[in-house]
């Protein structure tokens, strides 16, 4: 199982951090990413980070503006989101898939959290 949160207001140039808390014995050994969907929009991949020592990816869109990190002790995995803009907004999901290798594929990831709103005002 998977809970995101974190998501709220903010303005255009601030932060936010996305937390993505997981559960379960084998939730440790795969890769976790983050996805979101705009209104009227198709959910989009946004960053992911494998398991041991695998290369995080970021979609370019966010690329030098968003970090993703894991903590292993609390079974954690963070979003931070520095620098947003208007066009963030959107509902963040956090997802997981079976395998320790990130991908940017969102039919690649078979568990879902539930969404957490991100909301950025210009």
């Known amino acids: 199982q998977l809970q995101a949160s974190g998501g709220g207001l903010v303005q255009a140039g601030g932060s936010l951090r996305l937390s993505c808390v997981t559960s379960g014995r084998t939730f440790g050994s795969y890769a976790v990413g983050w996805f979101r969907q705009a209104p009227g929009k198709e959910r989009e991949f946004v960053a992911a980070?494998?398991?041991?020592?695998?290369?995080?990816l970021y979609a370019d869109s966010v690329k030098d503006r968003f970090t993703i990190s894991t903590d292993n002790d609390k079974r954690a995995v963070y979003l931070q989101m520095n620098s947003l803009k208007p066009e963030d907004t959107a509902v963040y999901y956090c997802?997981?898939?079976?395998?320790?290798?990130?991908?940017?594929?969102?039919?690649?990831?078979?568990?879902w959290g539930q969404g957490t709103q991100v909301t950025v005002s210009s």
């Open positions: 997802a997981a898939r079976s395998s320790a290798l990130a991908t940017k594929r969102r039919s690649d990831y078979r568990y």
């Open positions: 980070t494998g398991r041991y020592g695998v290369s995080a």
